[in-house]
C-alpha cells in the first residue's frame, strides 16, 4: 500500500524541532492564532514601540522578528520605514497581510524561522524582538542571539522588550536583567547599551506586565 503523502497537519511545525514553548504548552505557535487573538495580540502595536518610533529610534530597513500578525511593523512601516515581519505562524502572517491591504500600507511580511535568520540573506539596520526572546530557553537562547547577529548589521541596533522578573503580576518566562546582559556578550558582538523597565502589554494584564526594554548595539 503507498504511503500517504504528509500534509500540513500532520506537522504542525512546518519540518522544524518544536521550541521550548511549544513542547511546554503542547500547541504550535500558529495553534495560537486558530481560535481568536492570541494572548500577546492586543490588535494593535505596544505602546513602548510607539514610543520608540517617535523618538526617531528606528532607521534604515527594519526586521520584526516574531511579528505576528503584524501590528508593530504595520506601525513602523506606515511612518515611511522600510520593514520586514518574520514569523513562523502562517496563521498570523495571512492576519497580517489582510491588516496591510486594508490599511493601505506598504510593509513584506514572511514565513522565517527565528532560529535561522540567516536563511533571510540581508542585513537590517535596526532589529526589534518584541514578546518573543523570553519564549526560548537556555539553549535556545544562544542560537537565537547567533541568529540575530546574523541579521543586524555592525552598528546597528536590537530593541528587545521581553517579560520581566521584577515587580508583581509578571508575565510567564519572566527574564532577568543580568540574563539580558549575558546573553547579549561582547564575545558575540554585541553592546548592551540600556535596560530600562518597561510594560509589555497583553491581553491579561490591562495595564501590562513589568517588562525590560533592553536596547542592544551590534559592534
Request: proline letters at 7%; hydrophobic letters at 35%; aromatic letters at 8%.
Amino acid at each position: 500500500m503507498p504511503e500517504r503523502s504528509k500534509s500540513p497537519a500532520d506537522d504542525p511545525f512546518g519540518g522544524r524541532k518544536p521550541t521550548s514553548h511549544e513542547r511546554m504548552t503542547g500547541l504550535s505557535w500558529d495553534a495560537s492564532y486558530h481560535d481568536g487573538p492570541a494572548p500577546w495580540d492586543i490588535e494593535r502595536p505596544q505602546p513602548a514601540i510607539v514610543r520608540l518610533a517617535s523618538e526617531g529610534a528606528f532607521a534604515g530597513a527594519v526586521l520584526d522578528a516574531g511579528c505576528g500578525t503584524g501590528e508593530n511593523a504595520l506601525h513602523l512601516a506606515a511612518l515611511g520605514l522600510p520593514v520586514l515581519g518574520v514569523d513562523v505562524a502562517e496563521t498570523a502572517l495571512t492576519i497580517a497581510r489582510e491588516k496591510a491591504g486594508d490599511r493601505g500600507v506598504q510593509v513584506e511580511f514572511a514565513a522565517a524561522d527565528a532560529l535561522r535568520l540567516d536563511r533571510l540573506g540581508r542585513g537590517f539596520g535596526t532589529v526589534l524582538d518584541c514578546g518573543l526572546f523570553h519564549t526560548f530557553d537556555g539553549d535556545e537562547r544562544s542560537r537565537y542571539v547567533r541568529s540575530l547577529a546574523s541579521v543586524t548589521e555592525r552598528g546597528g541596533t536590537l530593541y528587545v522588550l521581553c517579560f520581566s522578573d521584577q515587580g508583581p503580576g509578571t508575565g510567564p518566562h519572566p527574564v532577568g536583567r543580568e540574563e539580558l546582559g549575558a546573553a547579549f556578550a561582547p564575545g558575540g558582538g554585541w553592546s548592551v547599551v540600556a535596560v530600562e523597565p518597561d510594560r509589555v502589554r497583553t491581553r491579561y494584564h490591562d495595564d501590562g506586565a513589568p517588562a525590560w526594554l533592553a536596547t542592544i548595539r551590534r559592534i
